[in-house]
Nanobody, 129 residues
Framework: VQLQASGGGLVQDGGSLRLSCTTS????????VAWFRQAPGKEREGVSW????????YYADSVKGRFTTSFDDAKYTVYLQMDSLKPEDTAVYYC???????????????????????WGQGTLVTVSS
C-alpha cells in the first residue's frame, strides 16, 4: 500500500486549503484513512477519519465544523478540506491507512498511530496570523 499526500502551503488566518492523499495497493475491499498532524514540539494528533465501507467520518474536536474529509468517486483519493484555518493549525499533515477490522470499527474510532501501518509523507501547512 502506498499513500501520497499533497496540497500543503502557506495560507492566511481564516483561509482555506485542500489536502489530497492518493492511495494505491489495498488488498482488501475496505479500509480506513486518517489524517494526522504534528506541530513543532508537539505530539502527533489525529484530525479526521473516514471509512471506505460507507463513508462514515469522524473529526477531532479541535477541527470539527471546520475540516471535512471525503473520498473521490473512485475512492483512490482522500481529501481534507480545511476551512477557517487558524495559526494553531500550522503543522505537518500526514495521511495514514489501515485495513484492520478493529480500525474500521465505528464503535471506537482510534487515532493510535501504531494502528495505522501505512503512511504517506508529510505535507506542511502554515497558517499566518
Amino acid at each position: 500500500v502506498q499513500l501520497q499526500a499533497s496540497g500543503g502551503g502557506l495560507v492566511q488566518d481564516g483561509g482555506s486549503l485542500r489536502l489530497s492523499c492518493t492511495t494505491s495497493g489495498f488488498t482488501l475491499d475496505y479500509y480506513a484513512v486518517a489524517w494526522f498532524r504534528q506541530a513543532p514540539g508537539k505530539e502527533r494528533e489525529g484530525v479526521s477519519w473516514i471509512s471506505s465501507r460507507d463513508g462514515t467520518t469522524y473529526y477531532a474536536d479541535s477541527v470539527k465544523g471546520r475540516f471535512t474529509t471525503s473520498f473521490d468517486d473512485a475512492k483512490y483519493t482522500v481529501y481534507l478540506q480545511m476551512d477557517s484555518l487558524k495559526p494553531e493549525d500550522t503543522a505537518v499533515y500526514y495521511c495514514a491507512a489501515s485495513e484492520s477490522s478493529s480500525v474500521l470499527s465505528t464503535l471506537i474510532i482510534t487515532f493510535e498511530a501504531n494502528q495505522y501501518p501505512y503512511w504517506g509523507q508529510g505535507t506542511l501547512v502554515t497558517v499566518s496570523s
